[in-house]
């Protein structure tokens, strides 16, 4: 395991966007290593303007995202401590942000507020265990909340050594939010 190596890099932030009801889901932010920005700008970037219309970000989103379905968008999630699929996603866009490609997209994750203001607590980890894909939490601005007004929330990332990969070496660093309403 330790001659593998990812061949994509990606930096990650989650937004956690709450209504009246709790956590209605999270959206999901990936910016790309130049490289792979590269290779979709090539591919996909018909016009070569540096800009993705609206019928690119659709091939895109065919031709180099909906697959991830397959792998849960790697996305790992739990509601007080039971595992939750990805099982869609929608609001899929993609863009440049200088020199890199992004990803945004919306993940529906409804968790209701407890009753008699008990904390309600998740976990989400984005991470590709197969190591293809490097995925690590932004170093600024990883976290941040919508539509949150109304709830008191707390969060941390954590090592989450139980789902350590590549024979251990790997440990991927997910968030635990802890929300109720206030």
Request: proline content about 3%.
């Amino acid at each position: 395991p330790l001659f593998g190596h990812p061949h994509i890099f990606i930096d990650n932030t989650f937004t956690f966007v709450f209504d009246e009801a709790g956590l209605r889901g999270i959206r999901i932010h990936w910016l790309f290593d130049e490289m792979f920005t590269a290779s979709i700008v090539m591919e996909y970037d018909r016009n070569g303007n540096n800009v993705f219309e609206e019928h690119e970000v659709r091939s895109i989103e065919n031709g180099a995202f909906s697959n991830l379905k397959n792998f849960g968008y790697f996305l790992h999630l739990t509601a007080q401590g039971k595992k939750v699929p990805a099982a869609r996603v929608v609001d899929f866009d993609a863009g440049m942000r200088g020199r890199r490609l992004y990803y945004s997209f919306f993940v529906p994750f409804r968790v209701p507020f407890r009753t008699h203001n008990a904390v309600t607590r998740v976990t989400v980890g984005c991470y590709d265990d197969t190591y293809f894909c490097d995925i690590t939490n932004a170093a600024e601005g990883c976290i941040s909340f919508e539509g949150s007004a109304s709830v008191d929330c707390t969060w941390e990332l954590i090592d989450d050594r139980r789902h350590a990969y590549w024979g251990g070496v790997i440990v991927p660093v997910i968030v635990s939010l802890d929300f109720q309403q206030k």
